[in-house]
């Protein structure tokens, strides 16, 4: 089902196949708003999780994408701080996870101001600028 000009319901369907896909009216429209921004598309890697999958992906308890409220993204030719530059602008996301080294970003429409970065797959406290290892 077609939630905007650029988004459709399947792209938010949970990943272990249970169906769920009921994102927040709010997300779809924080999305659509950094879409039409960049003038490319924007590429749901996960959105919707039942408790289960959010449980097996080693996702948060209380974790947007349980409540609909979340998805990470990716945008072809940018890395995940670029688009975080970019979708920090629109002003319904409040939250935003970078991970560097896998190239997405998890933006959500939580009610908080929130932002971490991942580091090896885990949620590590907000830096502003990837760290450089010394050889």
């Given at each position: 089902m077609?939630?905007?000009?650029?988004?459709?319901?399947?792209?938010?369907?949970?990943?272990?196949?249970?169906?769920?896909?009921?994102?927040?009216?709010?997300l779809?429209?924080?999305?659509?708003?950094?879409?039409?921004?960049?003038?490319?598309?924007v590429?749901?890697?996960s959105?919707c999780?039942?408790?289960?999958?959010?449980t097996?992906?080693?996702?948060?308890l209380?974790?947007?994408?349980?409540?609909?409220?979340?998805?990470?993204?990716?945008?072809?030719?940018?890395?995940?701080?670029?688009?975080?530059?970019?979708?920090?602008?629109?002003?319904?996301?409040?939250?935003?996870?970078?991970?560097?080294?896998?190239?997405?970003?998890?933006v959500?429409?939580?009610?908080?101001?929130?932002?971490w970065?991942y580091?090896s797959?885990?949620q590590?406290?907000?830096?502003?600028?990837?760290?450089?290892?010394?050889?």
């Amino acid at each position: 089902m077609k939630l905007s000009p650029h988004f459709d319901s399947a792209e938010f369907a949970c990943k272990c196949g249970c169906g769920l896909s009921d994102p927040d009216p709010m997300l779809i429209f924080a999305l659509e708003s950094l879409r039409v921004h960049l003038g490319k598309p924007v590429i749901v890697t996960s959105g919707c999780r039942c408790a289960a999958h959010n449980t097996a992906e080693g996702g948060a308890l209380h974790s947007q994408h349980v409540f609909g409220s979340a998805a990470d993204v990716r945008v072809k030719g940018m890395t995940a701080r670029g688009l975080y530059a970019e979708a920090a602008i629109i002003s319904a996301f409040h939250g935003f996870g970078v991970d560097d080294e896998r190239g997405f970003l998890h933006v959500d429409v939580r009610d908080a101001p929130a932002k971490w970065c991942y580091r090896s797959g885990k949620q590590v406290l907000w830096y502003e600028t990837p760290e450089v290892e010394n050889a």
